[in-house]
């Protein structure tokens, strides 16, 4: 991902879906600071939440917050026992490769919702230095990640003592059904032909399957998963399908991963580049084949990318209604 600092990468196998995390996860992240005394605000139907600091909004298209400034504070649900699977495996030589150079930490972090840690640090992306943070909390609810950017230039805008203060109020409610979470999604579907939803990801991601598992960890069955960019992603006109393919290639678990069509068109003032190929499960050894169709306006993208066996065309093409199907609200 290079519209934002990446987020979603490094999380495989935290969450009860494997395709959750690869939609969903791409990159990462107290000192003394003022207290707020607003209460904690939640994204819709979302369990994690915080006091975001003054002048941040809650994002349109990810759940958490954004400024105007192009910071931007992403909160990440895990189960309960996702903590173990973190708890000191996030440190500065981990996330190194991820381009999050860290200054601090792991530091011991409470809340008002829990206890766990925070890395303090840099990271380069799209031109632009950021200030970051990555703090780690367990509740009651569960696991949350929380992550917060601050472009250098934006530091007085968003200055720091307030991300800390921020931090310090993170906090859990009951998490909503799962008909709830689908409800607050920033797109809607209109056709899931025969798949079914079993699980959203970051508060704007839907995974769907077809079959009567919900853990699939050797891929049995076919997927779908569909996910919008965390705010604004702009790509040039005419980069649309070189940044699709980039997209497309970059599956983790899979190898081998080849296009063999492709399809760029319009609609209405969106482009719409659909791809088809290949990929080898890297645990399994096996084929899958995949479609992915990703709508590029207004500076933002939607994703929605299928798995399933290669032999499995019905599948893929049913995949493909659900994805000229979906729609931003």
Not at 272 to 301: H, I, N, P, W
Not at 311 to 321: F, P, Q
Request: avoid cysteine; aromatic fraction near 6%; glycine fraction near 10%.
């Amino acid at each position: 991902m290079t519209d934002r600092i990446p987020l979603r990468r490094r999380f495989a196998r935290l969450v009860p879906s494997r395709w959750a995390l690869r939609s969903l996860l791409a990159g990462l992240v107290a000192s003394a600071a003022p207290v707020f005394a607003a209460e904690p605000v939640f994204p819709p139907a979302g369990s994690l939440g915080l006091a975001p600091p003054p002048g941040m909004k809650p994002a349109a298209s990810f759940a958490g917050f954004e400024h105007r400034s192009g910071a931007s504070i992403v909160l990440v649900e895990m189960p309960p026992e996702a903590w173990d699977q973190i708890n000191g495996k996030f440190t500065p030589e981990a996330l190194a490769p991820s381009g999050f150079r860290v200054k601090s930490g792991p530091e011991p972090l409470s809340t008002a919702g829990g206890e766990g840690f925070v890395l303090r640090g840099t990271q380069g992306a799209n031109g632009l230095t950021y200030a970051k943070w990555v703090a780690v909390i367990r509740g009651a609810a569960g696991t949350g990640l929380v992550t917060v950017q601050v472009p250098e230039a934006a530091a007085k805008q968003v200055p720091a003592p307030t991300v800390e203060a921020a931090l310090r109020t993170i906090a859990f409610r009951p998490k909503a059904s799962l008909a709830d979470q689908v409800a607050a999604l920033p797109f809607t579907v209109g056709d899931t032909a025969g798949f079914r939803p079993i699980g959203v990801f970051a508060g704007n991601g839907l995974l769907l399957t077809e079959g009567p598992k919900d853990v699939d960890p050797e891929r049995e069955q076919p997927v779908v998963v569909i996910t919008p960019s965390l705010g604004q992603a702009p790509v040039p006109a005419g980069a649309e399908t070189t940044y699709a393919r980039r997209l497309f290639a970059a599956q983790k678990d899979l190898t081998n991963v080849v296009v063999t069509d492709e399809d760029r068109s319009t609609r209405g003032d969106a482009v719409v580049v659909r791809l088809r190929g290949t990929g080898t499960d890297a645990k399994t050894g096996r084929t899958l084949g995949l479609t992915q169709m990703t709508v590029f306006e207004g500076g933002r993208y939607l994703r929605a990318i299928g798995f399933a066996d290669i032999d499995r065309t019905d599948a893929l093409a049913r995949a493909e209604r659900v994805a000229a199907s979906v729609a931003m609200r």
